[in-house]
């Protein structure tokens, strides 16, 4: 067999996969690079999380291409002792070696998770994926750092490796699944039609893309809006986006905030406040945008449906909202007391009017430090709150945080506060 290029080799073996399809206890660990490709149309097929592991292989010196081990995330190490001798390496070049790739390891780990925490391995089932195995050297590392980490079970997933290999790490792992094993396989590329290098960028970009949400309805007296929500695995508390004017649940800001919330296992609502309708209309008048009555009571009604949800109503509930979006989660925060936290990124706080006096729950309020006028209504919102109210400045930002880093730094913020402040409550 021959595949067409690693995300079509992905979703030949995503069908050979099925029996862990939206199995909660199930994460897909991929090898990068050339493996997250592979992973991202399992997770995407199974609907399961994905993240990276990263493996580093210990080339010979003067034999780069041949490993003479492999060190992990942790500094795991598995050495090719048959290698080690033949070679007759001795223990200060394997550390002289060890020092670069394990250098290359915290690069890429910053990398690639813009600040988001590893998924939880410990009783979790893992399924490993890689774009093939020739030697087998990074999967047999990666395997022992896994289970120093506390997994339940490994499954090792490949397109293709050699007989051998695949037959070897099949008794290391507890499963393993190669889909093709060639007779005669010296080299992964023999697998591919294409095989072209993946990039860092491109390993960013899948990650990134990889959330997982279900889109929802929600009714609103006598209207319905849209959601997509978001159940992160061992959520520790759910979180509601109000987005701001002229924005949608599509907002690309919001959207990362609530991957790196999911990485943090907290569950997320991305929320349209308005109808379709609603929203073409705003787009010609901006009838719709500022009415913050509105946009509240389809937060309240967005509440309330979770509510009603057996598992959802167990997680404590946060707000998270923008622009004039904060300003309708302070309002609804006033007539749900249940919610335990909020966050404004860029918030007008000052269009909650009265509600503010009202509001309980602890509020961070994070402003770019080139935003001065929302800076200063703020402040004057803060003075008539009466719960904590936090205000967090975010050095050279702007309003919608567009500088290099901000958002990354906003995300960070919030996950804290969330972290912190939520409290699950007895089923």
Known sequence: MTFKDRRDAGRVLAGLLQKYANQPDVVVLALPRGGVPVGYEIARLLNLPLDVFVVRKLGVPGHEELAMGAVATGGVRYLNEGILDAF???????DEVRAIEE???????????????????????????????ATG???????????QRGASRIVVAVPAGAIEVCKELAERADEAICATMPESFHAVSQAYAEFTQTTDQEVRELLS???HSTPVSIPA??????GDLAIAPDSIGIVIFSHGSGSSRHSPRNKFVADV?????????????????????DSRTLEYRFDIGLLAKRLVNATDWLMQDGFLSTLPAGYFGSSTGAAAALV?????????????RGGRPDLAGSALRRVAAPTLCIVGERDPTVLQVNREAARKMPGQVDIRIVPGATHLFEEPGALDEVAAMASEWFVSKLVRRAA
């Open 332 to 344: 609804a925060a006033a007539e749900r007391p249940q919610i335990q936290a909020i966050v404004s």
């Open 261 to 281: 919330l999911n990485h943090h296992r907290i569950s997320t609502l991305l929320l349209d406040l308005l109808t379709p309708d609603e929203e073409d209309r």
């Open 103 to 133: 250098k290359e390891i915290e690069r890429r780990e910053r990398v690639y998770r813009d600040n988001r925490p590893p998924l939880l391995v410990q009783g979790r089932t893992i399924i490993l994926v890689d774009d093939g195995l």
């Open 137 to 147: 050297s990074t999967m047999r590392a990666a395997i022992e750092a896994l289970r």
């Open 221 to 226: 007296n006598g209207e319905t809006i849209q």
């Open 88 to 94: 007759h390496i001795d223990a200060a070049t394997i």
């Open 209 to 211: 893309g990889s959330r």
